[in-house]
């Protein structure tokens, strides 16, 4: 069963603006990731932010986590088209298997 | 090989054949967990090792799935009499840290699209 749901479901942007992911979960968590798909590849480890953190940075990624709301968020900052993929977040209840979303498809046009 | 290796790419056979899918995590790496992908959903968890110990097998549908990892390296999982609900993506990741040690993010490989005729 998927415990997160991410928001929105699909999203479109032009090159260069900023992409706000959100997802939120229903368990307590040890740690929350967040991952990227193309095209039915491979997942792609983005980010890990602990559940006694708040927000972290990678790059162009910035990940907060709210554990009273159990929600996290994604920001991808000037996007570009090779940011294109479906994104999920996964959550690590007991630091054994991952729980994941339902994903939110990215699409930055040129 | 620098990530996670899986094999075949591709498996597509008959309803009721025996498929075996294989999975070469990244070297050291502890721990090893499959996982499955229907289109348009997220990995829905099937099982996990911590070196050649199933340690969870909750996820697995039925007892027509099943998963060993005899050496602590190389993982199979196995599905006797297929049937076309088993159509899929199967996805296998690792880890370094042995679950419950410690937050490590898990590393995915390519997977193995399974399709039963």
């Known amino acids: 069963s998927q415990q997160g749901e991410e928001d929105p479901q699909a999203l479109s942007i032009q090159e260069g603006e900023n992409a706000t992911m959100n997802c939120s979960y229903k368990?307590?968590?040890?740690?929350l990731q967040w991952y990227r798909q193309n095209s039915g590849r491979g997942l792609v480890h983005l980010i890990l932010?602990?559940?006694?953190?708040r927000e972290k940075h990678s790059g162009r990624l910035r990940v907060t986590l709210d554990t009273s709301k159990k929600s996290s968020s994604l920001l991808i900052t000037a996007s570009r088209a090779a940011d294109t993929a479906s994104y999920f977040c996964?959550?690590?209840?007991?630091?054994?298997?991952?729980?994941f979303g339902t994903g939110t498809q990215l699409k930055v046009e040129l | 090989g620098a990530g996670v290796s899986q094999s075949p790419r591709y498996k597509v056979t008959k309803r009721g054949q025996d498929v075996a899918l294989r999975c070469d995590p990244i070297?050291?790496?502890?721990?090893l967990y499959w996982y499955r992908q229907a289109l348009g959903q997220g990995p829905e968890f099937l099982t996990y090792?911590?070196?050649?110990?199933?340690?969870?097998k909750s996820g697995l549908p039925n007892d027509r799935f099943s998963a060993e990892r005899p050496e602590g390296s190389i993982s199979t999982l196995t599905i006797q009499r297929t049937e076309q609900r088993d159509s899929a993506m199967y996805r296998c990741?690792?880890?370094?840290?042995?679950?419950?040690?410690?937050?490590?993010?898990?590393?995915f490989g390519d997977g193995t699209r399974l399709s039963i005729l």
């Open positions: 990741a690792s880890s370094l840290a042995q679950t419950g040690m410690g937050n490590q993010p898990q590393h």
């Open positions: 368990t307590s968590i040890n740690n």
């Open positions: 932010i602990r559940s006694n953190e």
């Open positions: 996964a959550t690590d209840a007991r630091g054994n298997k991952l729980t």
């Open positions: 070297s050291g790496h502890v721990s």
């Open positions: 090792f911590n070196y050649e110990a199933q340690q969870d």
